[in-house]
């Protein structure tokens, strides 16, 4: 008897280290993934998915680049994650934008992530809208994306590219004739840079998540008037966190992805299906 009790309570002792040695370990060695020796490029990177997704890089061994077109919000990452690189960068502006990305050198790896929306009924959206929304989420990214890729295809490298797009370019919503168009974009820009860089071993994919709880959506999504038809829809049961997104993206960037080529993968709970 007593023996038997040594050895329950061996076990249980052995089985509650290996629970904190896990739950202690970095998001990197939970997934089996480093980046060391490569350099990473992430735009909207001073908020919310996109500073997530910087840091977590960085963390993961990855000479980090963080582009954002706010000082404030760099300067608060740098000091939180002091190995990352900052620059700020007009992304919608194309000829300058170009120009300061070709300066920053060669890239292994790129999150395109910088994203707005400008919500209004289809028939009220104006040329200024459209244009705002267009310029920033998709035109910067073809933009971002052609720099990158030249670069790789010059040195002969590879790399790997995820776009972060939306379980809106998938589904109609009300007001975001634009944010959704642009969305659509993306996904077929997905496609077509997996078809034209695959044969240089660069990877193109996209993440489309649903509602993510970054600050902005904590408070976007706030009122249950407006969450809750949403919720009801996404067999989860919840929105996206933001690492549920992070880890979508840190996952196809890295080599456990490398047969992964041309896929918008959702993380939306189940949203698509019900």
Known sequence: ????????????????????????????????????????????????????????????????????????????LKAESPSIETHVIDLSVWSSAKKALEALGHFDLLVNNAGVSRIAPFTEVTEEDFDYVFNTNFKALFNVSQVVAKSMKEKKSGGAIVHVSSAASKQGLNNHAVYCSTKGAVDSLTMVMALELGPHKIRTNAVNPTATMTDMGKYAWSDPQKSKPLLNRIPLGRFAEVDDVVEAVLWLLSDRASYINGVTLPVEGGLLVA
Not at 16 to 40: N, T, W
Not at 43 to 71: D, F, H, N, P, Y
């Open 1 to 76: 008897m007593i023996d038997d009790i040594k050895k329950y309570f061996s076990a249980f002792i052995y089985n509650q280290i290996q629970f904190l040695k896990f739950h202690f370990l970095s998001i990197c060695e939970k997934m089996d993934i480093q980046f060391k020796g490569k350099r990473a490029l992430v735009t909207g990177a001073g908020k919310g998915i996109g500073r997530a997704i910087a840091m977590k890089l960085a963390l993961c061994g990855a000479e980090t680049v963080a582009i954002s077109r706010t000082q404030a919000d760099l300067d608060s």
